[in-house]
């Protein structure tokens, strides 16, 4: 093996292990940073070594060994009376809480320890940013570059956050244990919203190499799969995997080959991945099993399940998709969602029932110059056939959107609805389509 | 990306009918596995029964043939399969690397085409076959 060829080698072998053998060493030493620095150190041994010995037969094991010498030189020296702290102050912790039963601590159920540093990195200690960086580099595996190239960011600037972000835990003294009581849930909410964060980063790019997004909605949806591993009883794990791989599935629809966004309804619904769609609904499946009301992201797994169901748009179920959404804003009462439900509720009852949903949130000060709303308005009043009314609506939400292309296809709507007798083609084409 | 790790056994060729692995060799696969399982990375998996319960169906001439298996001519052939998600060719191939083969096993590495790796005017093309993979797809009502 070539050196560069052994150094990618050594990279994926750090993507697979340096998670577990972070989690294990923070154990060891109670410091996510100082894990992080010696399972570093172990991977410079293996730059230095593997490209002359080859990568060893287990990997994992040769990187731990190494680490755990390096802890065990640390914290001889600071036996011996260097008592030289570092500049977080983090030897004392080390040494008191890390020493006894040294080495039986590795051997324990690592899994626990994983699940332990997954609440670590999505700590509410932290900022939203500094938690996907944190998230992405100990339970991702990915290295400073390729978090700073998804994000479009400097590596140096990924780097300091992600410094700054263990020098807070280190100062917050956030303990290296599972979330107990009351604490939990807000802490395993922290947890899927972090997951579900890096996913939309993906999934709805918005500028730069896109090529180098999907990875991340791959990164998010993997570190999903993990969390639902190790916390096989949440139902709200398994519900926001099923709402990622269902949304994954449709990666090849979303975009035509130049670039334009392809909305839902409108997709070629045979590109999307039915493998994907499956494990959506199998993750679903064990949602629903552990039984209790579904939450959020159970819920919107249940309404994209609802749409992948449909073999073409005109099949989907859209009186179910109106009560998931009911369902939805119990749990999540949020302007954005009433006004899904209202598209939903125009679709399963008619345009004058969606309508008269939509009505009650012309006065949402948060839905103000938003410009779906006006959008939504616009198609209902088109298909009850008040054209002039509807072309007014479409004018208005192209006048609020900043996106161009948006606004073009908002203005050529709006032209169609002005003219009575397009408006009614429109209405005509629309019943026609939802008949089929 | 997603690649297919496709398992060549050893001696499947002239494997006899409702030849099945032994418990302890499946024991450590079922490790293997669940490590896959455990990291993220594994989308499906399937083992295959051996050739000699199969048939080939060649198409010499233009013409349908069908063959039952064994194949004499056959050295290597498929016993089952993983299908992963990884960020890297390298990181599939080191997790081909670690799975608890025989010695005569030999498994092959290969990456999914994606649609969007095709250009346009094969995009275009094959317009049409995944809408005829759609219809036939037997979606399970969860």
């Given at each position: 093996m070539s050196a560069t060829a052994t150094g990618r080698a050594i990279d994926a072998v750090w993507r697979i292990e340096s998670p577990r053998l972070i989690a294990g060493l923070t154990r060891l030493t109670r410091d996510v940073g100082v894990a992080e620095d010696l399972a570093q150190d172990a991977l410079v041994a293996a730059l230095e070594q593997w490209p002359a010995s080859g990568v060893p037969v287990n990997p994992g094991a040769w990187l731990m060994a190494i680490a755990k010498r390096r802890a065990i030189d640390r914290f001889r020296r600071e036996e011996l009376g260097e008592r030289k702290r570092d500049e977080f102050g983090r030897v004392e912790l080390a040494r008191r809480e890390a020493a006894p039963g040294f080495d039986a601590s590795l051997d324990d159920d690592i899994g626990d320890d994983l699940l332990r540093l997954v609440f670590i990195a999505c700590h509410p200690v932290l900022s939203r940013q500094a938690r996907v960086a944190l998230t992405l580099r100990l339970i991702g595996g990915l290295t400073t570059a390729e978090i700073a190239r998804a994000y479009l960011a400097s590596e140096a600037t990924i780097a300091q956050r992600i410094v700054r972000a263990k020098r807070t835990l280190t100062e917050a003294r956030v303990p290296f244990e599972m979330p107990q009581g009351a604490d939990r849930a807000g802490r395993l909410a922290s947890v899927l919203e972090v997951l579900y964060l890096i996913f939309n980063e993906g999934y709805c790019?918005?500028?730069?190499?896109?090529?180098?997004r999907p990875s991340l909605c791959e990164d998010a949806l993997r570190m999903g799969r993990i969390v639902a591993q190790l916390m096989p009883r949440e139902a709200e794990v398994h519900g926001l995997v099923a709402l990622l791989e269902i949304q994954a599935s449709r990666t090849a629809a979303r975009?035509?080959?130049?670039g334009e966004p392809v909305l839902l309804l409108d997709q070629?619904?045979?590109?999307?991945n039915h493998l994907l769609i499956r494990r959506g609904f199998a993750a679903l499946d064990r949602s629903e099993r552990l039984g209790g009301t579904l939450g959020p992201y159970a819920l919107q797994a249940a309404i994209a399940a609802c749409h992948a169901r449909a073999r073409i748009a005109e099949e989907t179920d859209w009186v179910r998709i109106a009560a998931l959404y009911d369902a939805l804003l119990e749990v999540m009462p949020s302007p954005i969602v009433a006004l899904n439900r209202a598209v939903a509720v125009g679709f399963g009852y008619g345009p004058a029932a969606g309508l008269e949903a939509v009505e009650e949130l012309r006065f949402e000060k948060s839905l103000e110059g938003y410009y779906l709303l006006a959008s939504v308005r616009g198609d209902l009043l088109a298909r009850l056939g008040r054209g002039a009314e509807a072309a007014f609506e479409f004018r208005r939400a192209a006048a609020a959107t900043a996106n161009a292309r948006e606004r073009a296809l908002l203005l050529d709507r709006a032209k169609a609805a002005g003219d009575v007798d397009s408006a009614l083609a429109v209405r005509r084409g629309r019943t026609r389509r939802h008949q089929a | 990306m997603r690649f297919m790790l496709l398992m060549i056994p050893g001696g499947y060729a002239e494997a006899a009918p409702g030849t099945m692995p032994d418990a302890a060799a499946v024991a450590e696969m079922m490790k293997y596995n669940e490590a896959l399982g455990k990291a993220g990375v594994l989308l499906a998996l399937d083992g295959l029964h051996p050739p000699s319960m199969g048939a080939r169906v060649t198409f010499a001439g233009g013409k349908a043939t069908i063959i039952d298996g064994p194949?004499?001519?056959?050295k290597e052939v498929i016993g089952g399969y993983w299908m992963i998600q990884v960020r890297s060719r390298e990181e599939a191939l080191e997790w081909a690397a670690r799975c608890p083969a025989g010695e005569r096993d030999t498994i092959e590495v290969r990456q999914v085409q994606e649609f969007?790796?095709?250009p346009a005017d094969v995009q275009a093309a094959a317009g049409s076959l995944p809408d005829l993979l759609a219809r036939s797809d037997d979606r399970p009502s969860a």
């Amino acid at each position: 093996m070539s050196a560069t060829a052994t150094g990618r080698a050594i990279d994926a072998v750090w993507r697979i292990e340096s998670p577990r053998l972070i989690a294990g060493l923070t154990r060891l030493t109670r410091d996510v940073g100082v894990a992080e620095d010696l399972a570093q150190d172990a991977l410079v041994a293996a730059l230095e070594q593997w490209p002359a010995s080859g990568v060893p037969v287990n990997p994992g094991a040769w990187l731990m060994a190494i680490a755990k010498r390096r802890a065990i030189d640390r914290f001889r020296r600071e036996e011996l009376g260097e008592r030289k702290r570092d500049e977080f102050g983090r030897v004392e912790l080390a040494r008191r809480e890390a020493a006894p039963g040294f080495d039986a601590s590795l051997d324990d159920d690592i899994g626990d320890d994983l699940l332990r540093l997954v609440f670590i990195a999505c700590h509410p200690v932290l900022s939203r940013q500094a938690r996907v960086a944190l998230t992405l580099r100990l339970i991702g595996g990915l290295t400073t570059a390729e978090i700073a190239r998804a994000y479009l960011a400097s590596e140096a600037t990924i780097a300091q956050r992600i410094v700054r972000a263990k020098r807070t835990l280190t100062e917050a003294r956030v303990p290296f244990e599972m979330p107990q009581g009351a604490d939990r849930a807000g802490r395993l909410a922290s947890v899927l919203e972090v997951l579900y964060l890096i996913f939309n980063e993906g999934y709805c790019a918005t500028a730069g190499d896109d090529w180098l997004r999907p990875s991340l909605c791959e990164d998010a949806l993997r570190m999903g799969r993990i969390v639902a591993q190790l916390m096989p009883r949440e139902a709200e794990v398994h519900g926001l995997v099923a709402l990622l791989e269902i949304q994954a599935s449709r990666t090849a629809a979303r975009v035509r080959p130049n670039g334009e966004p392809v909305l839902l309804l409108d997709q070629d619904r045979s590109r999307w991945n039915h493998l994907l769609i499956r494990r959506g609904f199998a993750a679903l499946d064990r949602s629903e099993r552990l039984g209790g009301t579904l939450g959020p992201y159970a819920l919107q797994a249940a309404i994209a399940a609802c749409h992948a169901r449909a073999r073409i748009a005109e099949e989907t179920d859209w009186v179910r998709i109106a009560a998931l959404y009911d369902a939805l804003l119990e749990v999540m009462p949020s302007p954005i969602v009433a006004l899904n439900r209202a598209v939903a509720v125009g679709f399963g009852y008619g345009p004058a029932a969606g309508l008269e949903a939509v009505e009650e949130l012309r006065f949402e000060k948060s839905l103000e110059g938003y410009y779906l709303l006006a959008s939504v308005r616009g198609d209902l009043l088109a298909r009850l056939g008040r054209g002039a009314e509807a072309a007014f609506e479409f004018r208005r939400a192209a006048a609020a959107t900043a996106n161009a292309r948006e606004r073009a296809l908002l203005l050529d709507r709006a032209k169609a609805a002005g003219d009575v007798d397009s408006a009614l083609a429109v209405r005509r084409g629309r019943t026609r389509r939802h008949q089929a | 990306m997603r690649f297919m790790l496709l398992m060549i056994p050893g001696g499947y060729a002239e494997a006899a009918p409702g030849t099945m692995p032994d418990a302890a060799a499946v024991a450590e696969m079922m490790k293997y596995n669940e490590a896959l399982g455990k990291a993220g990375v594994l989308l499906a998996l399937d083992g295959l029964h051996p050739p000699s319960m199969g048939a080939r169906v060649t198409f010499a001439g233009g013409k349908a043939t069908i063959i039952d298996g064994p194949f004499s001519e056959a050295k290597e052939v498929i016993g089952g399969y993983w299908m992963i998600q990884v960020r890297s060719r390298e990181e599939a191939l080191e997790w081909a690397a670690r799975c608890p083969a025989g010695e005569r096993d030999t498994i092959e590495v290969r990456q999914v085409q994606e649609f969007a790796d095709f250009p346009a005017d094969v995009q275009a093309a094959a317009g049409s076959l995944p809408d005829l993979l759609a219809r036939s797809d037997d979606r399970p009502s969860a």
